[in-house]
């Protein structure tokens, strides 16, 4: 059974960097895409980046050229954030989807972590 489980969420002022971290267990074989999504309160869950196993990435608009998406050998996934902005302030989720496209949507990923929330603050 695939587990993700993510950590590194904090508070940060404006400006400042964190790098979150996606445990995955339970890959037996084979492809996989892995995301991160966000959802601040009120607002619907959104998608930030992928990454593929050629290691291919893919950003969100609002998130390109501050965040970076990277995994290692230990199937770890991390999500560097620099940059940050109060409006990224959000609980950060860890998915993962089997396949070697990259992925963007909700409903591609069938794995999900429990959350990890970052807070910025201006």
């Known amino acids: 059974q695939v587990r993700l489980v993510e950590s590194g969420g904090g508070s940060v002022q404006a400006g400042g960097s964190l790098r979150l971290s996606c445990a995955a267990s339970?890959?037996?074989?084979?492809?996989?895409?892995m995301g991160w999504f966000r959802q601040a309160p009120g607002k619907e869950r959104e998608w930030v980046a992928s990454i593929n196993n050629f290691d291919r990435t893919t950003y969100a608009d609002s998130v390109q050229g501050r965040f970076t998406i990277s995994k290692d050998n230990a199937k770890n996934t991390h999500l560097q954030m620099d940059s940050l902005k109060p409006d990224d302030t959000a609980a950060y989720y860890c998915?993962?989807?089997?396949?070697?496209?990259?992925?963007?949507?909700?409903?591609?990923?069938?794995?999900w972590g429990q959350g990890t929330q970052v807070t910025v603050s201006s």
């Open positions: 339970g890959f037996t074989y084979g492809y996989f895409c």
């Open positions: 998915a993962a989807t089997q396949g070697w496209s990259l992925r963007r949507s909700i409903p591609d990923f069938n794995y």
